[in-house]
């Protein structure tokens, strides 16, 4: 079994509707991150968290909510989808500080 | 401003040709990271150092923490080796290049 796992997979919305991507992990880390992907900007950080009570903005969170309900669990909400918000979504989690990240399989948003 | 630069952005190889990537980066960091990013989009982690080289199979990474500067090298290039590779950075937080899409042609 995967050790990050992230649903849906994939999703296609329209502008206004909310929507919540969700990321479960097994590895038993602390620190977990989303990250959206665009062609040609790389990563971008949205959100992270380095335990259940400290959630802390990445370079790009406008839009973007997160809600960290338990250890294994992290989850990012779109309130109100915008053309924009389409693209590669990934999840990742790392034990300590910043070393060695693992990246769930990513969701496909597309938003009309 | 590009915390992580990364060079080439395509690079095309013929199968067995030795390849190097390039990436520097203008922060302070503890680490750096190579990942690889299949064409099905999963990232891996291939590396993580901070100082010297390490050697997984074809693959090899360096950093010159002087210099800022890091290179990926794949010895004997296969056509299974075509992905996008990402170097990144951690510091208070990751930062990343914006990959080197490579194919390698049989």
């Known amino acids: 079994d995967a050790d990050v796992t992230q649903t849906p997979r994939n999703r296609i919305t329209k502008t206004g509707k909310r929507i919540m991507l969700e990321c479960s992990q097994t590895?038993?880390?602390?620190?977990m991150y989303w990250y959206r992907q665009d062609p040609g900007l790389g990563l971008r950080l949205i959100y992270y968290?380095?335990?259940?009570?400290?959630?802390n903005k990445g370079e790009i969170s406008d839009g973007y909510s997160v809600s960290r309900q338990a250890q294994a669990k992290f989850s990012l909400s779109l309130e109100s989808a915008i053309p924009n918000q389409t693209a590669l979504y990934f999840c990742?989690?790392?034990?300590?500080?910043?070393?060695?990240?693992?990246f769930g399989p990513g969701t496909r948003l597309t938003v009309l | 401003k590009n915390e992580v630069e990364q060079s080439p952005q395509n690079l095309t190889a013929q199968e067995g040709e030795f390849i190097t990537i390039n990436c520097s980066y203008s922060v302070g960091i503890s680490a750096l990271h190579w990942l690889q990013q299949h064409p099905g989009g999963g990232i891996v982690s291939l590396f993580m150092l901070s100082s010297g080289k390490k050697k997984h199979g074809r693959l090899i990474a360096t950093i010159n923490i002087q210099e800022k500067h890091s290179s990926l090298h794949i010895t004997a290039s296969h056509p299974r080796d075509s992905a996008v590779y990402i170097c990144?950075?951690?510091?208070?937080?990751?930062?990343f290049g914006t990959g080197t899409s490579l194919t390698v042609i049989p």
């Open positions: 990742a989690t790392s034990d300590r500080g910043v070393g060695r990240q693992f």
């Open positions: 590895k038993g880390h602390d620190r």
């Open positions: 968290s380095f335990d259940v009570k400290d959630i």
């Open positions: 990144a950075v951690s510091s208070d937080q990751f930062y």
